[in-house]
């Protein structure tokens, strides 16, 4: 079975400063891996994923994350933090030989201090 | 391009009735995903469709659940009857291509309140 575990709940910055969201995962074959990020009152938004290839991803506002297959992770990062980028964050994982469900995490909420 | 379109945005009933909620995905999308989001539990998949027949429905809690899709435009998830322990946000979402690797387009949710 797939699973995905996020080991922060919460995570807290000041502006400016950088930005790491940890994720770790487990599944039997090749992972595709997926960040959402979520706003209050507002559905999940897609922020980069990884299919295969280079293992540092660069997705939406300014946000990438890199695949490390030894230590089975898909952390995110953001070089420099804005007050904006305070939300509700999701780590998801599908496993290729698992067909079409997508495993979330319990989301990590991240604060942006100015 | 519009999103996915859901509604009610917010649902508030008693317990005992019934309840349905709706979903537009985006045009061109042909799998279509319920969720339900609790602190509790956090993300659910209820259902999932694609080209309008329900794939996997393993997720749904109970018989009083039941969701339908009687054409690409339109899904809906019917609770009958509520129960407060149904209280939740509940997402639909869509994508089109193939759903291995093609990311999910979220609603902005139904908040479901059963008192």
């Known amino acids: 079975a797939q699973s995905v575990a996020q080991p922060e709940d919460q995570v807290n910055v000041a502006e400016g400063n950088p930005l790491t969201v940890k994720c770790t995962y487990s599944v039997s074959g090749n992972p595709y891996l997926f960040w959402y990020v979520q706003y209050p009152n507002r559905g999940l938004q897609f922020l980069l994923k990884?299919?295969?290839?280079?293992?540092l991803v660069k997705g939406s506002y300014g946000f990438e994350a890199e695949f490390n297959k030894s230590q089975t992770s898909f952390h995110l990062k953001k070089p420099s933090a804005l007050v904006s980028d305070s939300a509700l964050y999701f780590c998801a994982v599908r496993d290729i030989s698992n067909d079409y469900k997508l495993s979330f995490g319990a989301g990590t909420t991240v604060t942006v201090r100015a | 391009d519009a999103g996915v379109i859901q509604s009610p945005r917010h649902e508030v009933t008693e317990m005992g009735q019934e309840v349905t909620l709706r979903c537009k995905p985006i045009?061109?999308?042909?799998?279509l995903f319920w969720y339900r989001q609790t602190m509790m539990r956090g993300l659910e998949l209820l259902i999932y469709f694609n080209n309008n027949v329900p794939i996997d429905d393993s997720g749904m809690p109970e018989d009083r659940f039941s969701a339908k899709m009687p054409n690409a435009s339109f899904s809906t998830l019917k609770i009958q009857p509520s129960e407060p322990r149904d209280s939740a946000v509940y997402f639909c979402a869509s994508t089109g291509g193939s759903v291995y690797n093609s990311p999910l387009h979220f609603g902005n949710g139904t908040r479901l309140t059963v008192t």
């Open positions: 045009s061109g999308h042909n799998s």
């Open positions: 990884y299919i295969t290839g280079d293992n």
